[in-house]
């Protein structure tokens, strides 16, 4: 059963959802355009804007028939119109900046050729992945959630990275509460908004918070809302995974751990769908907790992409 919406929300998501339906309306009036380069096929050009070359083949001909040569050669320096594509990799991936507030694909052309629909395990689901801030952090945010979104998209998932530009270079630990309040604010603004674009779909959101950067010996340790249910669902399978392939720390605790802190509370507390934190520490330092990566038997992103797809299949299980 899903939680209540918060009443502190009910006011701005009015306000988002009408301001959500202009832009989507704006939006619908654009039409997206490639211009052919040497060698570009319908296929690649399709690929490269990730678009499923086989679903909207005969679209892109109708759309374009007057510049298509002997059936389906392209013109080089040609502009072509791209079909209305919703479900395209490049719209279900969308890297989004609360400080500049601009969206963006989150692969480029060269990435979204490469990429390719395995299934649809995921079609229904939508994953939120936050940055907290902190430029060496940023490094390990980037590399780990670039490629879960790319094993989650493959599977049918919409994917979205926040982030926050302006404050990218500062840690997150040396923020005042009032600035991360702030920052948390502008995120729990723009995933509410997405949040009613997609109601109706199993949607989750995973702040990662590291105040350290990319260490050899780190430790995660997982978080939840206490006051939901399905986050504390979500953080208890995702540790039942890191708990089979690696190393509990002695002085650490099995059972999930609800956040206490005001800046947790506050984002948790103005969001929609539920919110699990990863935290990554120092290993070398004394721990209250968590899970030693440095003995992990696969890959960080292999052992979340498990533990997501373990949380959905669950909840598909008692539906």
Do not use: W
């Not at 380069?37 to 007057?66: C, M, W």
């Not at 994953?127 to 670039?146: I, M, P």
């Not at 923020?175 to 604010?185: C, P």
């Amino acid at each position: 059963m899903h939680n209540p919406i918060p009443r502190s929300v009910f006011r701005s998501l009015s306000i988002c959802f009408f301001l959500l339906h202009i832009h989507a309306t704006v939006a619908q009036e654009t039409s997206n355009t490639i211009v052919a380069k040497t060698g570009d096929g319908i296929f690649s050009v399709l690929r490269k804007s990730g678009i499923h070359p086989i679903n909207y083949y005969e679209q892109f001909l109708k759309l374009n028939a007057d510049n298509i040569k002997n059936g389906s050669e392209l013109i080089v320096g040609k502009e072509y119109i791209l079909p209305d594509a919703p479900d395209s990799f490049k719209r279900t991936g969308v890297r989004i900046d609360t400080g500049e507030e601009v969206e963006a694909p989150i692969f480029n052309e060269t990435e979204l050729s490469l990429m390719n629909q395995k299934d649809t395990t995921l079609q229904n689901t939508v994953y939120y992945f936050v940055h907290s801030g902190g430029t060496e952090s940023k490094k390990r945010f980037d590399a780990l959630t670039r490629q879960l979104a790319n094993d989650l998209m493959v599977k049918g998932a919409r994917v979205y990275l926040l982030e926050n530009s302006k404050i990218a270079a500062a840690i997150s630990d040396s923020l005042s509460l009032v600035a991360k309040k702030e920052m948390y604010g502008n995120f729990s603004s723009a995933i509410n908004k997405k949040y009613l674009r997609h109601k109706g779909a199993y949607q989750r959101v995973i702040l990662i918070e590291d105040a350290f950067g990319p260490r050899e010996n780190s430790v995660v340790r997982i978080s939840h809302n206490p006051k939901s249910s399905e986050g504390r669902q979500f953080a208890s399978v995702l540790e039942n995974v890191l708990r089979k392939n690696t190393s509990v720390p002695v002085k650490g605790k099995n059972e999930t751990n609800p956040f206490k802190d005001d800046a947790s509370l506050y984002f948790a507390n103005n969001l929609v769908p539920p919110i699990v934190i990863l935290n990554f520490t120092d290993g070398s330092k004394p721990l209250q907790g968590g899970f030693n990566l440095k003995s992990e038997k696969k890959p960080l992103v292999g052992l979340l992409n498990d533990g997501i797809l373990e949380d959905y299949s669950q909840l598909n299980f008692e539906n």
